[in-house]
């Protein structure tokens, strides 16, 4: 399978099973934009609950916010965004297209082909403008968020108030970001639109560079585990690139890009930065307001700095699509980790016909189902129904037969080694919990 075809694979399988739909699609589409079915948005809310759990719940030092993604056009001004959040744009002289100059490979143009044909770099912001209210006028003007970030610093002093956190500890949001990105694609990898998982996690001044290091180091370690443990993708696909000084964002001392080999190349999947102390810094200047910390033990006063720890929602979807994909016998199988897979389990009755199995397969189903999300088919042979739930990566089928009406036992299927196993009927919500909470 080529890289291009595998993720030819993907996007097909995506719209074919409900993951993943065009934007907009009854009108032509909207380039680059894509709506999330029923079963992406069960893949994607369960990716961002592990991400709560792990950082927010199962920690003491991290509380979570969430905020406004309209916020004051002087956020965007104190932050540096509008004056540094932009890329390079150039245009090919043939066929007009834009593009992000650093995008263009070899100077040819990725629309019509035309080498070196290109129209000087011209720096172009990246924020989203819209207007509040009737009046569209420059007085009126504001911006959706760019990143998630800015609402951590700017709420840092009520959610130190409120919390009476002591330092280090940190602030985690999940929400929606815009950018109008020149070049968006590759799928759900760069969209104007997407959903990022950020915490900044506040440190004292260092008083040398090692007290920074350590809390940059314990993060980079934290991302890596996420990768590993939490998604089930394949660590030895990630690589981590340090970003050279003249590459990084303005705010940044150090960052640390997490790359993964995506079919289309190697490219970033999260990030980590060391934002020093220029975020709250400036938004106290340009506020007037004191965003101080104040120890409650010696009363001395700083302004922390800041380790940022960022990742995006819709690139996690992409690397775990990716991941595991898989075909057996021409089939699709999606080895999907049961936490996050959109179903847990798929309940059938042997043959749909039979209103005694199916009268004991709904019973299970219903029962399974107040607690974990269960699937229900009872169309088709067995063999065409495991297939189905393969594709979408259901780790478990349970299928009644007319024995269970018997022995209160019911067949389950595991998706990956084929392999069947009878257990109990009462027994089964307990062997599903502990096979999806990590013992598989
Ligand atoms: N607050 C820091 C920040 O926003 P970033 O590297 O620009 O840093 C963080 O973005 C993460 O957001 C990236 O690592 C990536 O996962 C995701 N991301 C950024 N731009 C994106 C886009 N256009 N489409 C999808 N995800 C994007």
Redesign the pocket.
Known sequence: MTDQNLMEKIVALCKRRGFIFPGSEIYGGMANSWDYGPLGVELKNNIKLAWWKRFVHLREDIVGLDAALIMNPKVWEASGHIANFQDPLVECKKCNGRFRADHIKEGVCPNCGEKGSFTGEQMFNLMFKTFIGPAEESANIAYFR????QAMFVDFKNVLDTSRKRLPFGIAQIGK?F?N?IT?GNF?????E?E?M?IEYFIVPPKQDADWQGPFELWRKEILSWIKDDLGVDINKVHEHEIESTER?HYSKKTI?FEYEFPFGVS????L?YRTDFDLKNHEKSSGKDLKYRDPETNEECIPHVI?P???V??SVLVILVDAYSEREGKVILKLKPKLAPYKAAVFPLLGNKPELTRLARKIYLDLKSDLMIAWDDRGNIGGRYASQDEIGTPFCITVDFQSLEDKKVTVRDRDSGKQERIGIDELKKYLKEKINGKN
């Open positions: 760019p990143e998630t970030a970001a950018r990105e968006p759900i990898f760069r969209t104007r997407f990022q950020e964002a890009d970033e999947l999260y990030g930065a940022e960022t990742w995006g819709d690139r």
